[in-house]
């Protein structure tokens, strides 16, 4: 099963797929987290994002880049991949990311991921309604965002949107 949870920045999506993944698998959870921590908002995000999974039987890995060669020891119930923007940006900007194959390098993992689990919680990021001009390089990562939020939601068996916390069904049988 595939779920992709998206929201806007501070939305509760992460709290939310936490709780849709618990709610899903009985057991043997991973927590796949993407985010480098460059300076201190990073540092203090990371460590909220911990605190909020405490005690609810997550393994944790850090994986900023190529998610799509990790090796995992076991195959688990349920994985959630924190967060597909952070992946995308560190797979286009990183000096040993997968850079113009980022989009079918995360494709890779995301199919690789479903191989590992019965269930793959994926968040995402909705960046795409704040009306302002980007720098080029900006401009295609969001265009490269938006395609991979799509065919991600094509392939998923739910998608929810997370805005102003409140978790919306838009796609799949499951109301959450």
């Known amino acids: 099963m595939l779920i992709l949870v998206t929201g806007g920045a501070a939305s509760g999506k992460s709290a939310h797929a936490e709780r849709l993944l618990c709610e899903c698998v009985p057991s043997s959870r991973l927590y796949l987290a993407t985010m480098q921590p460059f300076g201190a908002a990073a540092q203090a995000r990371i460590a909220r994002h911990r605190a909020l ?4 039987g997550f393994e944790t890995v850090e994986c900023p880049l190529g998610l799509q060669n990790l090796s995992l020891s076991q195959r688990y119930d349920g994985i959630l991949l924190e967060d597909l923007g952070n992946l ?3 797979e286009i900007f990183a000096p040993d990311g997968a ?9 890779a993992a995301i199919a690789h991921l479903q191989d590992c689990c019965e269930t793959l ?3 995402t990021d909705e960046i795409f309604s704040d009306g302002v001009d980007y720098p080029p390089e900006t401009a295609q990562y969001t265009r490269d965002l938006a395609a991979l939020n799509c065919a991600l939601a094509a ?3 739910a998608v929810y949107e997370s805005v102003c916390g409140i978790l ?5 049988e499951k109301n959450a």
Do not use: C, Y
């Not at 999974?53 to 609810?56: D, F, Q, T």
């Open 88 to 90: 995308l940006a560190n």
């Open 155 to 157: 392939r998923a068996d």
């Open 168 to 172: 919306l069904p838009l796609k799949g």
């Open 99 to 107: 850079g113009d194959a980022a989009f079918g390098s995360i494709l």
């Open 53 to 56: 999974r405490e005690g609810k």
């Open 121 to 123: 919680v994926v968040v």
